[in-house]
């Protein structure tokens, strides 16, 4: 059955890796695996990341071995994390939970939408739940044998979930308060792999220092409490739910079998365990951000302690001869399916958009909002202009938007105005997408600031003709 969970795992996310163009954040991920030497890479990771180095090392290890940073070559790595956490989850849960909440906890990270989402998503996000999962298998090992060489593995699989994110820490760390107390004659064997854990993430230190500052402060400019609903939602359903129904459907079930499991865990060492682990790994970056000591509290960032949530939820929705798990797993599916299915709860189609205009993309391109010039430059390769540029014509595209809803909408209210010298000879749609064609009777210079503000309120980004 595990086998078989696996496969449904593999067979909702590998098909579809180039389903999807880019978006804003994987534009990063790009520019850090197109370095030439693990020295610039890293150096890469400094400059532009918020998050350690060992998904950008595995996936710059992975394209470079197939010759590639494609679109489905870049998310590989993450999608196959993603498969893996699928049997990962199972061990992680077993020991402690049992066989049967095992495949449970299996079934519902197979399915889950905003695993599925994050496996089709060139970012570090299933890796560090893959190694969430494994540090969980081996504490719970390590408790069932007494410590032994299961210690070690604990200390290994937790300093690669740290090096793959650093809100692993608050995970790891409640980790190792449980296995002191849960291994009082094995404390200094436990304090040691503590120590060893330690050590092997000191070089991190240098990497937090470099990524101190407001590169990840677009987190805190929303209000938590928005936040915190948010992270309920897609946890539940995903970013981008293609029916309200479903949506409201798999919260319910969600809260209803949380609810029940923490009930159910009460009399249950492993369960009341696991639930315990979990609660710590989201509370604490909650009172972080209430305290504004850190204010990094998302849904993504909680992702590492998905196991524990996924077991608690497992105890409740196994009752009742499984049906309520039943009905979680069977919507899940639907939303995963209507996502892949529809283009309105995607990415915004870039890729299709300048494809859809063939050779007219060969003139400049305007941008908007301009802030996301990176993802069509990753397809165009061109020289990215911000002030003045010259030319006869020039093709705006209006990136559609979500405005508050799952689903992308066209903007129509842009580009706002016509810059002087010119005129709009045509208007396309792709995908919610605006392709407006500008012309002028000779070489014209155009600032971007004649389209008025992009749909943030910032200033377009024009894409030119030469190459970088």
Known sequence: MLGALTVVGAALRLPFLGLESLWYDETFTLSVVEQDSLGALLDRVRETESTPPLYYLVTW?????????GDAALRAPAALAGVLCVPASYLAVRRLCGERIGLAVAALTAVSP???EYSLNARAYPLVVL??????????EAVERRGGRWLAAWAVFAALALWTHYYAGFLVAAELVALLWLLPGARTRVAMAGAGLVVACLPLLSFVTDQRDERASHIDSLALDERVEQALRQLAAGANPPSRVLEALAIALAIGGIAAGAW???RLRGPALLGALGAAAVAA????AVTGIDDHFFMRNLLVAWAC???LAAVGLTRARGVPLAAALLVAVALVIGGHADW????????GALRSLGREAEVPIVVMPGLNHAIPNAYLRRQV?????VTDQMWVLVEPGRAGRPDLRELPGFPRSTPPGFRRVETRTYRGFRLVHFVADGPTQFDPTGFGPDQIGQQTVTLTTRAP
Do not use: E, I, K, Y
């Not at 309105?344 to 890729?351: E, F, I, M």
């Not at 202009?385 to 540029?389: I, K, L, N």
């Open 264 to 266: 159910f865990a009460r």
């Open 131 to 140: 190694f969430g999962c494994l540090s969980l298998w081996a504490l719970g």
């Open 285 to 288: 970056p909650l009172l972080l």
């Open 61 to 69: 290890a992975f394209t470079q071995l197939v010759d590639s940073t």
């Open 385 to 389: 202009a911000f002030g003045a540029v």
């Open 344 to 351: 309105r709860h995607q990415n915004a189609d870039w890729q």
């Open 309 to 311: 949530m996924a077991a």
């Open 114 to 116: 905003v695993l599925v």
